[in-house]
T-cell receptor, first 113, second 115 residues
Framework: DADVTQTPRNRITKTGKRIMLECSQT?????MYWYRQDPGLGLRLIYYSFDVKDINKGEISDGYSVSRQAQAKFSLSLESAIPNQTALYFCATSDLHGTDTQYFGPGTRLTVL | AQTVTQSQPEMSVQEAETVTLSCTYD???????LFWYKQPPSRQMILVIR??????QNATENRFSVNFQKAAKSFSLKISDSQLGDAAMYFC????????????FGTGTRLTIIP
């Protein structure tokens, strides 16, 4: 079984809808991350969490919110989706520090019409 | 702020040959880590290699090796004996050992393997 899972794998939604992307991990890592990938831009950090009580904004957090429900679960929400949030979204985890290897989930392809 | 530059949007190599992907970065820090990630068509991000900046020795993982030139801020990836399964996007990434947890990625190089 995969160590980092994301649901859904693909999602099409409409402008203005609220949508939640979920991430679960079985690696026992404390640190979890949400990234966004756009063509030609690489991956950019949206939010990251050191533990259940510690959540931090990344470089592109506007329009997004997160929830760390448990050590193993980290959700990303788009309160009111807009077309320019169409992208590939990745969840990642790392052990003690961000400099440790980050392990990525399979990604969620989100399309906002 | 750190930046990572991959100047080769696309590369191609004959199967069984060697190819080198370039990566340069800009930072004022001395303690950091560098990574190469592979993204095949399945879109999964897979770690290829990790390099600690304070280690002089270049990291290697089987057919993958890096040429880390700290003074030049260069971190190239060499793939030897290229195989069809190596076809993917390759991303170079940087993270400081201090400050925030931000992993900064380059824009990627698409590698095609020619049979």
């Amino acid at each position: 079984d995969a160590d980092v899972t994301q649901t859904p794998r693909n999602r099409i939604t409409k402008t203005g809808k609220r949508i939640m992307l979920e991430c679960s991990q079985t690696k026992g890592h404390d640190r979890m991350y949400w990234y966004r990938q756009d063509p030609g831009l690489g991956l950019r950090l949206i939010y990251y969490s050191f533990d259940v009580k510690d959540i931090n904004k990344g470089e592109i957090s506007d329009g997004y919110s997160v929830s760390r429900q448990a050590q193993a679960k980290f959700s990303l929400s788009l309160e009111s989706a807009i077309p320019n949030q169409t992208a590939l979204y990745f969840c990642a985890t790392s052990d003690l520090h961000g400099t440790d290897t980050q392990y990525f989930g399979p990604g969620t392809r989100l399309t906002v019409l | 702020a750190q930046t990572v530059t991959q100047s080769q949007p696309e590369m191609s190599v004959q199967e069984a040959e060697t190819v080198t992907l370039s990566c340069t970065y800009d930072t004022s820090e001395s303690d950091y880590y560098l990574f190469w990630y592979k993204q095949p068509p399945s879109r999964q991000m897979i770690l290829v290699i990790r390099q600690e900046a304070y280690k002089q020795q270049n990291a290697t993982e089987n057919r993958f090796s890096v040429n880390f030139q700290k003074a030049a801020k260069s971190f190239s990836l060499k793939i030897s004996d290229s195989q069809l399964g190596d076809a993917a996007m390759y991303f170079c990434a940087f993270i400081s050992n201090f400050g925030n947890e931000k992993l900064t990625f380059g824009t990627g190089t698409r590698l095609t393997i020619i049979p």
